[in-house]
C-alpha cells in the first residue's frame, strides 16, 4: 500500500504529473521485481528531495494500512491490559485512545513496556510515537495503530527537558562550523550506487579510474566510498562514508548483498547518530562521517 502524501509531495514539486509517478513506479516494478511498490515511491521521493518519513500524522490521515507513523496526541482512554493465548502462550494485550484536534482512534500494544508506561500515564497526558504502524482490525475492519518493538514512545509531563537535553548533545546541521566535527542525530535518506569504490594506486598514490597510467593494475587498492543524504529534521546533507565509516554505515542493513543494503538505506527509514566534518562552501553542506551508530528511533 502507497502513502498517497507522498505522491502529492512528489507531484507538488512539479516535475512529475500523478500519471508520471504511476508509470515510473510500473517500470521499476518491472525493472526490480523484488521491491514493494511503496518502496519504489520512497526511492522515488528521496530521488527529489522529498523525506518519506512523515513526522505529524494527524489522526484523520491514517485512514489506511501505513508502514511508519509518527504522531503525537493525547491519551483519551485506557482499556485494562488482557492477557490471551496466542499460539499457546501467555501474552499481555492492551487498548487504548488517542485523540487530536481530527479525531481519535485505537491503539493497540503487545509491549509489556509500552503497557506498563500507558497505564502510569493520566487520560489527557501527551503521548508521541514514532514508527508505529496502521491497519485494519481484522474483526471489525476498523483501522488501528499497532505500537511494536521497532516502534518509540515518549508521553510527556517533562518533554521540554528532554528536547534540551537531545539539543546539547547533538547539532543540527545548519549549526556546524565549517571544518567542524560534531554529533548529529538524523535519517539518512538516501545511499548513491553508482560509484561506491576508491581506486588508488599505492606506489604513487594516486586516485584511478580503472589502473594507475604508469603502474598499471601492480598495486591497485580498492575501499569503499559511499556518498548520501543524512536529513535531521531541518536541514539536508550530502554525507560521505570512507571505508570503515562505509562498512559500518552497511551493518545497519540486515540485507546480504551491498547492493541490496544501500537500495534498503535508501528509503529513509534508518535513525541514525553519525559523528561528521562539516565542509562548507558556498550554501552547500558537504559531511565526511567519521563514526557512525543506529539509533533506536527516538522523538
Ligand atoms: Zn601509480
Redesign the pocket.
Known sequence: MMEEWIIDKITEKGKFSKDDVANIIKQRKSQFPDLTEDAILRMLATENGIIPIKRDYKIKEINQRINHVNISAKIKRKFPPRTVTVKGRAAKVMNFVIEDETGEMQVITWNENYIDRIMNSKDGDNISMANAYSKENSFNGIIELNLGSGSALSINSNEEHKNVKIREKYKKIGEVGDGETSDINGFITRLFSNDIYLIR?N??K?KVDVE?D??KDK?LSKTLKIRGILDDGIYSSSITFFDKQAESLLKISRKQDIKEKIEDISFGLYQVTVSARMNKFNDNYSLTARKIETVEYSL
Open positions: 594506486c606506489i604513487c594516486k594507475c604508469i603502474h598495486a
